[in-house]
């Protein structure tokens, strides 16, 4: 099976940008994987901010983008918000079967 | 809009089964697929499996074949998630999600314990 890697954890201040990645044990990402972001905060079930590789819902904040990045897929947040200090998960897609990431946990200080 | 309403809380003891069940409402009920995802206490995410709901065609996570079944009741677009042969590492908190954007159920807590 394959392993979904992100950056454990990952501090940004207010008001800045931060880039989350997505890396896959099998090479590179590609929008084939459908790469989806999701957001959790303590307590809560997580909730999608990204799918396919960059398309957003209505609730997903204007200062999150989804990218494909140096062969991965990438979460740019700009203008972080105190709010925005969540963890972090993304899910790639293998034909059919599907693979998250162990988490990033983001720290906006 | 998308809704997925799961069943609630259960407290099952080690050797049992479980079943959750999550009914959707908002859309076309066949014309998407559910995956079941969970997460330990303190743990990440891990996705379980996925079953096409106009089929009842599934696909499960290496890690649990033989020991999960997902099924719909398209009569009352319900779906379902059974796991049998439960132990203390299947406490966790278990979700239901439509594919096409990835729309998440509430959760239910399952714990397993003595």
């Known amino acids: 099976q394959a392993v979904v890697t992100q950056e454990p954890s990952l501090t940004v201040s207010p008001g800045g940008t931060v880039t989350l990645t997505c890396g896959s044990s099998?090479?590179?990402?590609?929008?084939?994987?459908?790469p989806y972001w999701f957001q959790q905060q303590p307590g809560q079930a997580p909730r999608t901010l990204i799918y396919d590789t960059s398309n957003k819902h209505s609730w997903t904040p204007a200062r999150f983008s989804g990218s494909l990045l140096g062969g991965k897929a990438a979460l740019t947040l700009s203008g972080a918000q105190p709010e925005d200090e969540a963890e972090y998960y993304c899910l790639l897609s293998y034909r059919g079967a599907w693979v998250f990431g162990g988490g990033t946990k983001l720290t906006v200080l | 809009q998308v809704q997925l309403v799961q069943s609630g809380a259960e407290v099952k003891k080690p050797g049992a089964s479980v079943m959750v069940s999550c009914k959707a409402s908002g859309y076309t009920f066949t014309g998407y697929y559910i995956h079941w995802v969970r997460q330990a206490p303190g743990q990440g995410l891990e996705w379980m499996g996925w079953i096409k709901l106009s089929s009842g065609g599934t696909n499960y996570a290496q890690k649990f074949q033989g020991r999960v079944t997902m099924t719909r009741d398209t009569s009352i677009s319900t779906a379902y998630m059974e796991l049998s042969r439960l132990n203390s590492d299947d406490t966790a908190v278990y979700y239901c999600?439509?594919?096409?954007?990835?729309?998440w159920g509430q959760g239910t807590l399952v714990t397993v314990s003595s």
């Open positions: 099998t090479g590179t990402v590609t929008g084939g994987h459908w």
């Open positions: 999600v439509r594919d096409s954007g990835w729309f």
